[in-house]
């Protein structure tokens, strides 16, 4: 809803931008007025007030200025025919500047001046405030100061202006106002456009409104209003005929608004006010309204009351009503009791009608042909089931056919496009819809958008698509087709820019033309396509062929050096990664995971400091972690894992700060961990298990904020992350199993934050520091060599969601507060020398019963849940540093001896199988299982014998 509402704020901005530049543009088209005229020259004080004014102005983009000359030719110095300047017939005084742009206020003009457009001006003076000298213009009928960039208050004086007829201070930088009354002074007002000025404060805006009689167009869209349930005795708006409060959250019910009454309104634009419960009866009288916007109208989630709308409002009589739209304004019921009450006039003038993203339910009506005026229509995102009705060909001038995302079932043929000639944009995607078009079918119209993801389109490729080199735009993903692309393929969509055919059964090869296409974005993925990637279309920005069978090598960059996003995972390409791959200046995406590559990658590949993904995963990639990384200062996305890359990692690591995720596992890097590795203040998620790397544990860990529960601020959003598909190759070890994690969207999203360091040669004592880092839910410091204790607050790691500490040489007691980790569900503390008694918890005990080896191998600890008692042994001699606990004394000599001899011979004996590196994974999860079975009879048969001991 938010990207809704800021969608449209950029969109209308957008339009603001358009109108002001047509405006210069217009103003630049127009000779200078007056210039025809036979009676000379300007009123000289006003001549030089104008060139006064011209010295003040710091930039003129538009060369509207430069014909305002003191000196020259003498109709040259007659101001009445510089550009923008008019003057009157009849007194000779300037009477209206109109400036576009590049101008700023200079000393008052004379009094003369009736119209003064300064719109879309970038300067807003010294102060930055709305000059009050303004208020001196006292002739002025018609003052336009929108897009200025101004803050601050508005200033009263602008009632002095009483015969303004038209004022725009729509727009401008940051306005705000407290008070409104001076508006009463000005009676004449009919155009007042005050959109974006704050208004938070003026709790009586519409008593102050109702006084201006002569109001024609009132827009007070942006300005924070905070309510529109003022009763007003009596309504003076009788002229008004466009109102626009868009975009101010009135959180009150719809009805109670004051401006139902104003039965002139032609243009009435409420989206985005957050009013709820029914639209008002009203509405069915007011019969002059040309266009109706009610979309972006529901309450919060959160409230229940009165956010379902059941379309019940009789817009019968509105015969003039050209535009509806009811976009996203949660409304409920049945999609033909709504079209019932829709204005079925003769002529029909409903041009356009947005129902989008509402839970409208039942099948379209046959009788939607009657709408013939029709040129939109949006149904998209609601429940509609049943067939599309052949009617809808009907419509002749309907061009826009949205019914994305509804259950519409049935065919769709030739015949529902019999007389649709004007229609060029549909989407029919994500409805269980057939599509049955002879492949020599050519439409009626001549079509641009082209989107039936997800609908029924195979198993042949759709051949009626190479009639319609007019399509632009064209997404058949998902659509069953299980062919060859055909041969015509790149000539006749031809001018296509955006073309999505992945998941589908494409195969055979990719056309060899390619390089004449225009497309910007190609999505192949997840087809069956074999042979070698052609050469790419010259302007291709986005280029998706992961999940084929794709073979040869990497295209060489020649032309396509536009390119922003490269995914090519999951095929069967080989060879290097070409030198010529540093053309690519522009990536910010680079996929290459889940293939054959190898070598060493380019140094020149890291040019673009725009990179923000880079995955080179399970390829045989070799060579020194990549020096070129160092420039990728963006990169939020790094994975380098499972190749054959070695030596250290180096200490620019540290400056990488944008870094979320970085996968460095299953290489051959050794030497420690660099210390500034903690710089990476946004790190989430960093992986460097099976290597080499020795060392002791950083420190400084509670620099890693992302993992700590400080608010995280400056760390990008990463978007890239979040959208494409390029991200499927990951895999995360989590809970203690590797698992296929989908997309870094799901880790992001759920923000898993993880260290995984396991299988390396770590040692040193775990800092106690680590604590800190309460928003971890996945740390695996398992199978290094880790020494001392388990840090006593471990507890404070409230986050924690999975620990492994096992197969290291930790001693000392399990810290009491493990049982505070609630969301603990994988602990594994196996193979250490702890000892003492175990903590008890619910927690833990629920954990021990589906993890029962998560303790084995540390001979020393006892108490429930396991079977020796630690009390029981109080009478046992005390035996080493080991097994004190608070209740008292350790595990048995006999027991240890024994159980550390058999033990300890047992390991001599897999030794040399173990730390056979090659061997080492395959091999592990046989010997462990080995292992926990020697264990478990040595700790039986100990536990027998003190039975009998005792
Ligand atoms: C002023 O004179 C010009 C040229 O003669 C003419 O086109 C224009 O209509 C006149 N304007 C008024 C307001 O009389
Ligand atoms: C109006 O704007 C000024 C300057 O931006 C600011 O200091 C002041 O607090 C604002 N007043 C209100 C009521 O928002
Ligand atoms: C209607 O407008 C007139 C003229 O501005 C004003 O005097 C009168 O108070 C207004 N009526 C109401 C009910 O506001
Ligand atoms: C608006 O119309 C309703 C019913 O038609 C009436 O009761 C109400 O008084 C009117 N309000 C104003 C301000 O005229
Ligand atoms: C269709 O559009 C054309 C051109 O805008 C218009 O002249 C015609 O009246 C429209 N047809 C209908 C039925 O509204």
């Known amino acids: 809803m938010h990207r809704l509402a800021a969608a449209m704020l950029v969109l209308l901005c957008c339009c603001c931008l358009f109108l002001a530049t047509q405006q210069q543009q217009q103003q630049q088209l127009q000779p200078a007025a007056g210039g025809n005229r036979a009676s000379p020259s300007c009123i000289p004080h006003e001549r030089d007030a104008l060139l006064a004014f011209k010295h003040g102005v710091t930039s003129d983009p538009g060369g509207v200025l430069t014909s305002w000359q003191r000196d020259g030719r003498h109709d040259e110095q007659d101001c009445c025919r510089w550009r923008g300047v008019r003057c009157s017939n009849r007194t000779g005084h300037v009477h209206e500047l109109r400036l576009g742009r590049g101008g700023t206020f200079g000393p008052d003009l004379a009094g003369q001046i009736k119209h003064l457009d300064l719109s879309g001006n970038d300067l807003a003076g010294p102060t930055g405030r709305l000059p009050e000298f303004l208020g001196s213009l006292k002739n002025l009928k018609y003052l336009d100061l929108s897009g200025i960039p101004f803050y601050g208050g508005l200033p009263p004086q602008l009632g002095n202006l009483s015969r303004l007829q038209y004022l725009d201070l729509s727009f401008m930088g940051a306005m705000n106002s407290t008070d409104l009354s001076w508006l009463t002074h000005i009676p004449s007002i009919q155009y007042f456009y005050l959109d974006g000025v704050n208004l938070s404060t003026v709790a009586d805006w519409s008593r102050v ?232 079918w050519q439409p009626p119209s001549t079509l641009v958008y082209v989107l039936f993801a997800s609908c029924q389109m195979g198993p042949l490729f759709p051949g009626w698509l190479q009639w319609n080199v007019s399509i632009i735009y064209l997404d058949i993903s998902s659509a069953g087709i299980a062919d060859r692309i055909p041969q015509r393929f790149s000539d006749a969509l031809s001018n296509v820019w955006f073309m999505n055919i992945s998941n589908n059964e494409l195969n055979g090869t990719l056309p060899a033309d390619m390089g004449s296409m225009s497309l910007q974005e190609l999505y192949l993925s997840s087809n069956k396509l074999t042979g070698q990637i052609p050469t790419l279309p010259p302007n291709i920005q986005t280029l998706d062929l992961s999940n084929n069978f794709l073979s040869g090598p990497l295209p060489s960059a020649t032309r396509s050096v536009n390119l922003v996003h490269l995914s090519l995972f999951s095929n069967r390409l080989i060879g290097h990664i070409p030198e010529s791959f540093c053309k690519y200046q522009q990536l910010v995406v680079l996929d290459l995971s889940n293939n054959f590559l190898e070598g060493e990658p380019p140094l020149c590949l890291g040019v673009t400091e725009y990179m923000e993904f880079l995955a080179l995963s399970n390829n045989s990639l070799s060579g020194k972690f990549p020096s070129f990384l160092q420039k990728l200062t963006n990169v939020h996305f790094l994975d380098l894992s499972w190749n054959k890359f070695s030596g250290t990692l180096p200490m620019w690591i540290g400056s990488l700060t944008s870094l979320r995720i970085i996968r460095l596992s299953h290489n051959k890097f050794f030497g420690s961990i660099p210390m500034n590795i903690t710089n990476l203040s946004c790190l989430q998620y960093m992986d460097l298990n099976n290597n080499k790397i020795s060392g002791s544990l950083p420190i400084y860990l509670s620099n890693l904020k992302f993992m700590t529960n400080v608010h995280m601020m400056g760390c990008s959003d990463d978007g890239t992350l979040r959208n494409g598909s390029h991200l499927n190759s990951l895999s995360a070890v989590w809970k203690g199993q590797e698992l296929n994690y989908g997309s870094v969207q799901r880790i992001l999203d759920t923000s898993m934050t993880s260290i995984d360091l396991s299988s390396n040669d770590l040692t040193g004592e775990i800092p106690e520091e680590i604590v800190v880092l309460d928003a971890l839910v996945n740390l695996n410091l398992s199978r290094n060599h880790l020494t001392g204790v388990i840090p006593k607050k471990i507890g404070e790691m409230r986050s924690l969601q999975s620990l492994d500490l096992s197969r290291n040489m930790l001693s000392g007691e399990i810290p009491a507060t493990l049982s505070n980790l609630t969301f603990l569900s994988y602990l594994e503390l196996s193979y250490n020398d702890l000892t003492g008694r175990i903590p008890s918890g619910v927690q833990l005990d629920t954990l021990y019963a589906e993890f029962p080896s998560m303790y084995i191998g540390n001979i020393g600890l006892c108490g429930h849940p396991l079977q020796n008692n630690c009390s029981s042994e109080r009478h046992a001699p005390k035996q080493g540093g080991l097994g004190r606990t608070e209740e008292g004394y350790g595990i048995p000599f006999f027991y240890l001896g024994l159980g550390c001899g058999f033990v300890v011979g047992t390991w001599i004996a897999f030794g040399v199988l173990l730390f056979k590196r090659n061997c080492r994974i395959a091999c592990f999860r046989l010997s462990d299982k080995l292992y926990d079975k020697v264990y478990v009879v040595v700790a039986t048969w100990a536990r027998a014998r003190q039975t009998q001991t005792d």
């Open 209 to 440: 409104m109702n006084m201006l009689p002569s109001l024609r167009a009132l827009h007070l869209s942006f300005c924070s209003l905070a309510s529109a349930n003022q009763s007003l005795p009596h309504l003076n708006l009788t002229n008004l005929e466009e109102l626009d409060a868009s975009a101010n959250s009135f959180h009150h019910p719809m009805v109670t608004s004051w401006f139902w009454n104003i039965t002139s309104l032609r243009f009435l634009y409420l989206s985005d006010t957050s009013m709820y419960g029914q639209f008002p009866d009203a509405l069915g009288d007011m019969t002059s309204l040309q266009v109706l916007d009610l979309s972006f109208n529901y309450y919060d989630d959160d409230y229940d009351d009165g956010k379902d709308r059941i379309m019940t409002m009789d817009l019968k009589n509105l015969c003039n009503l050209e535009v509806l739209n009811l976009d996203l304004s949660h409304i409920y019921g049945d999609v033909a009791e709504l079209f019932r009450n829709l204005p079925r006039c003769s002529p029909n003038k409903l041009q356009e009608l947005d129902l989008g993203s509402n839970h409208l339910t039942g099948m379209l009506p046959r009788w939607i042909g009657q709408f013939t005026g029709l040129q939109i229509l949006d149904l998209s995102f609601n429940n509609l089931n049943g067939h599309v009705p052949y009617e809808i060909g009907k419509l002749s001038n309907l061009t826009y056919l949205y019914l994305k995302r509804n259950k519409l079932d049935g065919t769709i043929t030739e015949e529902h496009f019999a007389s649709a000639r004007s229609l060029q944009y549909i989407d029919l995607s994500y409805n269980a819809l057939k599509i049955e078009i002879s492949s020599d």
